[in-house]
């Protein structure tokens, strides 16, 4: 038999952490164990049903699209982007992948450049660069600064690295942190980045959940190093419907010819009726808003909620203000903890679960180090549609601790186990 042997720059790649943590949790509840899952991060709120009727309606359609995505939706990319971003861009600008995911992959395949990457970051950020061959330069960042890069960070790393070609990724509101850029930092980052010719990949996936619906994108400073990543799986609750954008300038679109040739050569295009059901959602509607600015309300109290609980157990973190995430630092405990033998964010979060049935990922997952109390907490394990609901019957209504409660009963009691077990320790 002819022994195949697997590349030697993969052999060390693990699994996605995130998909790891969602199966293995899948087969506790399977086994009759209570799982609170606050380590997965996907979407707990329903496809807006116009849009689930346009991929109904649009089933019948079965022909391959153009690589680059179909013209209608990359026109109306476009136009979503210049009115919620006020971007100038058109439809050529756009590139329609099977998921952001795919997309950052192919781009990293697709380019020379190093890529810098803040910590902590996106679980597969790193593996995907790896999978491409690419030098990865860590940034480090620092909780008081809610674990964001700054322009002075930006230039002594672009400094050490001189003339080699540079693209940063930058996600905000940030996986697995949960702050986001504020309109000045972001024109201090241009100008550095400016400077020093790199090449941005703004992930902004979760830009239509900042809490305050007024996202910033970093293209609005640097419209001519910025490629926006975004899609519908997180505003749009459409995970598993893979479908993400790319937004180039005019001075990068030979990027995304080079990834539609890869694209050509591998996905051919993305699902057919997806990409037309997608057009309803990019145009949008006056329900579609509506189901933004409630999920945005629920979310919001949710990562009120759960931040000043955990606060209140000397937990410190930034303070939450957009998508679904908070990355709570529990170095409080950290004699308590090494007195029992956890001595790394693994183990803490397998304790955890073991012992409470609380799912956390370690921030070893997100490039902080292993010895480093750091953990992400995803507060999306309660059911969407019944809280979308709830939250709509009378708009003037106040979220509280009680809607939490009664329509989110897994984060609450989730959250008070791992109180509890703090207060263990």
Not at 104 to 125: F, H, K, R
Not at 402 to 422: M, Q
């Amino acid at each position: 038999m002819t022994r195949v042997s697997i590349l030697p720059h993969l052999k060390n790649i693990k699994p996605s952490a995130t998909l790891f943590l969602n199966e293995r949790t899948q087969r506790l509840i399977a086994q009759g164990r209570n799982v609170y899952r606050l380590g997965f991060g996907q979407s707990p709120f329903p496809v807006p049903e116009e849009v689930v009727q346009a991929l109904q309606t649009s089933a019948h359609q079965k022909n391959y699209l153009p690589v680059k995505g179909l013209p209608a939706l990359r026109k109306a990319v476009a136009a979503y982007n210049r009115k919620t971003l006020a971007l100038e861009c058109g439809p050529e600008n756009i590139l329609i992948g099977p998921g952001s995911k795919e997309l950052l992959l192919g781009l990293q395949m697709a380019t020379d450049a190093d890529l810098l990457l803040p910590t902590p970051s996106w679980v597969s950020y790193e593996p995907q660069a790896q999978i491409a061959r690419k030098k990865v330069i860590w940034l480090e960042t620092e909780e008081r600064n809610k674990w964001l890069l700054t322009a002075d960070q930006l230039d002594q790393a672009c400094k050490r690295l001189k003339a080699r070609p540079k693209m940063l990724l930058l996600n905000y509101p940030n996986n697995p942190v949960g702050s986001t850029y504020e309109p000045d930092e972001l024109g201090k980052l241009a100008v550095v980045a400016r400077e020093h010719q790199v090449v941005v990949i703004a992930d902004e996936i979760y830009g239509a959940l900042e809490f305050t619906g007024t996202h910033h994108s970093l293209a609005q400073y640097y419209p001519e190093g910025t490629i926006i990543s975004a899609g519908l799986s997180k505003w749009c609750g459409a995970g598993g419907w893979r479908l993400g954008t790319f937004t180039f300038p005019d001075e990068c679109i030979h990027l995304l010819q080079a990834m539609a040739t890869i694209a050509s050569e591998s996905f051919s295009a993305v699902s057919t009726p997806v990409q037309y059901a997608a057009v309803r959602a990019f145009e949008g509607s006056e329900v579609i808003n509506r189901y933004l600015e409630l999920s945005r309300r629920i979310l919001h109290v949710l990562a009120q909620y759960v931040y000043h609980e955990l606060i209140a157990h000397q937990v410190t973190m930034p303070a939450p203000e957009g998508g679904f995430y908070l990355f709570p630092n529990f170095n409080a405990y950290r004699s308590a903890l090494i007195k029992r033998e956890i001595f790394t964010s693994t183990t803490f979060c397998e304790h955890l679960l073991e012992e409470t049935g609380v799912a956390l990922l370690p921030g070893e997952a997100f490039g902080r180090p292993e010895n480093e109390y750091t953990c992400r907490l995803a507060f999306v394990d309660f059911d969407g549609g019944v809280a979308l609901t709830a939250a709509g019957k009378d708009p003037s209504t106040a979220l509280d601790e009680s809607f939490i409660r009664i329509h989110c009963p897994l984060v609450h009691e989730g959250i008070a186990r791992l109180c509890d077990w703090l207060e263990g320790l």
